[in-house]
């Protein structure tokens, strides 16, 4: 089992940056590939970025390419994302999610946290 919890979200104006992090449990974090994802109102959800078990192999929805930036210590057992230049196309719950590399669907997910973005 894991457990996910998101923080770092909140209100920025439009150009602004924010640092997501995602706090994981269990000693296998190392294992898993871990991703963010985020809803909009009215939208389904979608995936942000994704970074793999070795911090390689890293993959970004083309909407944030160039302005976000996923890492992880797994040390620390963290995933965090990097937002900048956000927009307010941005704004979304984001969620935090951990897979197992042979899975296709991720098994985890965290309870989301909202970053809003004025313009």
């Known amino acids: 089992q894991v457990q996910l919890v998101e923080s770092g979200g909140g209100l920025v104006q439009a150009g602004g940056s924010l640092r997501l992090s995602c706090a994981a449990s269990?000693?296998?974090?190392?294992?898993?590939?871990m991703g963010w994802f985020r809803q909009a109102p009215g939208k389904e959800r979608e995936i942000v970025a994704r970074i793999g078990w070795s911090a390689g192999g890293t993959y970004y929805a083309d909407s944030v390419v160039g302005r976000f930036t996923i890492s992880r210590d797994n040390a620390k057992n963290t995933v965090y994302l990097q937002m900048n230049s956000l927009k307010p196309e941005d704004t979304a719950v984001y969620y935090c999610a951990a897979k197992l590399i042979y899975k296709a669907d991720y098994d985890y997910w965290g309870q989301g946290t909202q970053v809003t973005v004025s313009s």
């Open positions: 269990g000693r296998t974090f190392s294992t898993y590939v």
